[in-house]
T-cell receptor, first 108, second 111 residues
Framework: RKEVEQDPGPFNVPEGATVAFNCTYS??????FFWYRQDCRKEPKLLMS???SGNEDGRFTAQLNRASQYISLLIRDSKLSDSATYLC?????????FGTGTSLTVIP | NAGVTQTPKFQVLKTGQSMTLQCAQD?????MSWYRQDPGMGLRLIHY???????DQGEVPNGYNVSRSTTEDFPLRLLSAAPSQTSVYFC??????????FGPGTRLTVL
């Protein structure tokens, strides 16, 4: 069983739309959670950390539900530049586990 | 401040050859790690290090060796390359267990 499961998509949304991604994890001892963004043929880059109380960074909102073992990412007012693959990541002990990523394309 | 650098960017090997992928960081990060990324599999941890002289195995360590003689460098050695090791390899570093900074990757093909 994979540590982290994500819907691979693709999600194709018009500019200005709101889109949400979910990610489930299997290890209840997971300690830290993140969303990374990866552009085509580039390295992953941190988008935001995810805190238990939920957190927001501009148009991006991340939520963590430890009881149900999932995290979510909400993107409001989508921009063309948001087109990328979004990776759900968790840390358990010394190791990081990555989801396979959800592909987002924002259409003009 | 160059961040995380990886060399080479591209490499083609024949089955059975050995090689070393280089990774260096200039941010004085204690934590460094190697991942491979394959289609449909996501990034998988190969080996990691929490400081100079300390290394440990990740999810997929077989066929790879690492060492960490300095804080800055964390090379990954392929002992005897196999076609199953064809992948994109990313090195990352970070402060403790927070944000990981990734290098640009090495695209390896084993024939």
């Amino acid at each position: 069983r994979k540590e982290v499961e994500q819907d691979p998509g693709p999600f194709n949304v018009p500019e200005g739309a709101t889109v949400a991604f979910n990610c489930t994890y299997s290890n209840s001892a997971s300690q830290s959670f993140f969303w990374y963004r990866q552009d085509c043929r580039k390295e992953p880059k941190l988008l935001m950390s995810v805190y238990s109380s939920g957190n927001e960074d501009g148009r991006f909102t991340a939520q963590l539900n430890r009881a149900s073992q999932y995290i979510s990412l909400l993107i409001r007012d989508s921009k063309l530049s948001d087109s990328a693959t979004y990776l759900c990541v968790l840390r358990a002990g010394n190791q990081f586990y990555f989801g396979t990523g959800t592909s987002l394309t924002v259409i003009p | 401040n160059a961040g995380v650098t990886q060399t080479p960017k591209f490499q083609v090997l024949k089955t059975g050859q050995s090689m070393t992928l280089q990774c260096a960081q200039d941010m004085n990060h204690e934590y460094m790690s190697w991942y491979r990324q394959d289609p449909g599999m996501g990034l998988r941890l190969i080996h990691y290090s929490v400081g100079a002289g300390i290394t440990d195995q990740g999810e997929v360590p077989n066929g790879y060796n690492v060492s960490r003689s300095t804080t800055e460098d964390f090379p990954l050695r392929l002992l005897s390359a196999a076609p199953s090791q064809t992948s994109v390899y990313f090195c990352a570093s970070g402060v403790s267990y927070n944000e990981q900074f990734f290098g640009p990757g090495t695209r390896l093909t084993v024939l």
